[in-house]
């Protein structure tokens, strides 16, 4: 079975009808490339850590280029096309030819997915019934509230009541998974029951609430915190109290990122498993595993369980994928063992961190660790309980080889 992503392209909040208040691009600044995984040794800088992460695209795409893309690739794919996904930087709710693209894709006769609309681009809900007739099988649509007056304000949604009712009538024909980010005083409180509720009646399969971000810690690493000055957040903690008791009232799949998936137990699910656990390489060495602040109590849970988690090193970013070269410079490289092993995914490159993390005289080697020890809340909203243990088995052993392989014999 074989999935193809059509990307459509755009940018973030100028391809969208103007910015949401509380969108994660708004003011971004052009900054200098981070270094990322993807990166050659010898240059700091890719397409991925300069151009993609910053969504730096100049537009959306011709249709005709994503006709010629997509037909392209259709022919050297693999096996049946069992999903295909429309996605992009911009919103695809906002292309211009939406329904030539939407008519174009249909003809390959596999399930429709469309990775993220806020639906701001749709005016008329006839296209709901269009979409439906046309293959449309799942959507992420976000709700931000079921108020409308709320979507006006803070998604500048000009036709809010349409996309509401847009969202109704695909709620009860497909999977709809609808998203929403929590502002303290916004959209929180009775009015995210009220849209809970509002879900739920019209048969959406799940909800992805997701901690508004205001300062650089939660991940604005693109210069442009504080998104909005003066607005309070979450904190981890409440946050998390927050989707759990929610998912408890709801009979709909309620998920938060960070923090938690309560349906599942996850993330780090694995540590509800003794039985798992034991199942993982031992740790035999000492090296320094440095993660964001969220998920550190688990990694070194985890670890403790294989033996010695003693070399967990939590920075000051909550979300391990985001954490830059600064992050690395606030840590004391006193308190580090000389094998220092970096999340996957981190914006940093390496040849920069062991200059970094050299400073008190002692050379230190730094390795990439795996890309994922766990699935978050938007990750696992799709995902069964055993896809995500075994996500969790896979990334964790893989750390401990890396542990065991260049660690400190104890
Ligand atoms: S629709 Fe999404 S990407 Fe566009 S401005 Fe709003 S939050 Fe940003």
């Known amino acids: 079975m074989a999935q193809l992503v059509v990307d459509i392209g755009g940018r973030p909040g100028l391809d969208c009808r103007g910015f949401c208040r509380y969108c994660y691009f708004r003011h971004a600044k052009e900054v200098p490339p981070f270094g990322?995984?993807?990166?050659?040794?010898?240059?700091?800088?890719?397409?991925?850590?300069?151009?993609?992460?910053?969504?730096?695209?100049?537009?959306?795409?011709?249709?005709?280029?994503?006709?010629?893309?997509t037909l392209a690739r259709l022919q050297v794919l693999e096996g049946d096309l069992s999903r295909v996904t429309i996605s992009g930087g911009g919103d695809p709710s906002?292309?211009?030819?939406?329904?030539?693209?939407?008519?174009?894709?249909?003809?390959?006769e596999a399930p429709l997915h469309i990775g993220y609309t806020s639906g701001k681009g749709f005016d008329d809900?006839?296209?709901?019934?269009?979409?439906?007739?046309?293959?449309?099988?799942?959507?992420?649509?976000?709700?931000?509230?079921?108020?409308?007056?709320?979507?006006?304000?803070?998604?500048?949604?000009?036709?809010?009541?349409?996309?509401?009712?847009?969202?109704e009538r695909l709620c009860g024909e497909i999977d709809v998974y609808a998203a929403a980010v929590v502002l303290p005083g916004v959209n929180d409180g009775e009015v995210l029951v009220r849209t809970c509720e509002w879900l739920e009646e019209r048969g959406a399969k799940g909800l992805i609430l997701m901690?508004?971000?205001?300062?650089?810690?939660?991940?604005?690493?693109?210069?442009?915190?504080?998104?909005?000055?003066?607005?309070?957040?979450?904190t981890v903690e409440e946050?998390?109290?927050?989707?759990?008791?929610?998912?408890?009232?709801?009979?709909?799949?309620?998920?938060?990122?960070?923090?938690?998936?309560?349906?599942?137990?996850?993330?780090?699910?694995?540590?509800?498993?003794?039985?798992?656990?034991?199942?993982?390489?031992?740790?035999?060495?000492?090296?320094?595993v440095i993660t964001g602040s969220v998920a550190a109590p688990f990694v070194k849970r985890v670890l403790d369980a294989c033996g010695d988690g003693s070399g967990v090193v939590a920075v000051e970013k909550d979300i391990a994928d985001l954490i830059t070269i600064d992050d690395l410079k606030d840590l004391d490289p006193a308190e580090l063992e000389q094998a220092v092993i970096l999340p996957g995914r981190a914006f940093v490159h390496e040849p920069e961190a062991q200059e970094v993390l050299r400073a008190?005289?002692?050379?230190r080697i730094v390795i990439r660790g795996p890309d994922t020890l766990t699935a978050d809340g938007e990750t696992s909203m799709g995902m069964a309980r055993e896809d995500v243990l075994a996500m969790e088995l896979e990334g964790f052993a893989a750390l401990i080889r890396l542990i065991n392989q260049f660690g400190r014999v104890l």
């Open 239 to 288: 946050f998390r109290d927050l989707v759990t008791d929610l998912a408890s009232q709801f009979r709909m799949r309620i998920s938060g990122t960070p923090l938690a998936d309560p349906g599942l137990g996850s993330p780090f699910a694995i540590l509800q498993e003794p039985d798992l656990l034991a199942t993982l390489p031992r740790v035999q060495r000492r090296a320094t």
């Open 125 to 167: 809900p006839e296209i709901a019934q269009f979409l439906v007739d046309h293959g449309l099988a799942e959507l992420s649509f976000t709700v931000f509230a079921a108020d409308p007056r709320l979507r006006k304000k803070w998604m500048h949604d000009p036709t809010p009541k349409a996309s509401l009712s847009i969202l």
């Open 94 to 108: 906002c292309y211009p030819r939406f329904r030539e693209l939407v008519e174009l894709l249909a003809g390959m």
């Open 360 to 363: 008190d005289g002692t050379e």
């Open 211 to 234: 901690r508004f971000a205001n300062r650089a810690e939660n991940g604005l690493i693109l210069g442009n915190a504080p998104l909005i000055p003066g607005q309070r957040q979450h």
């Open 36 to 69: 990322c995984r993807h990166c050659p040794p010898f240059r700091k800088g890719c397409d991925h850590c300069s151009r993609s992460v910053q969504e730096r695209y100049p537009g959306f795409l011709d249709l005709r280029a994503i006709a010629d893309d």
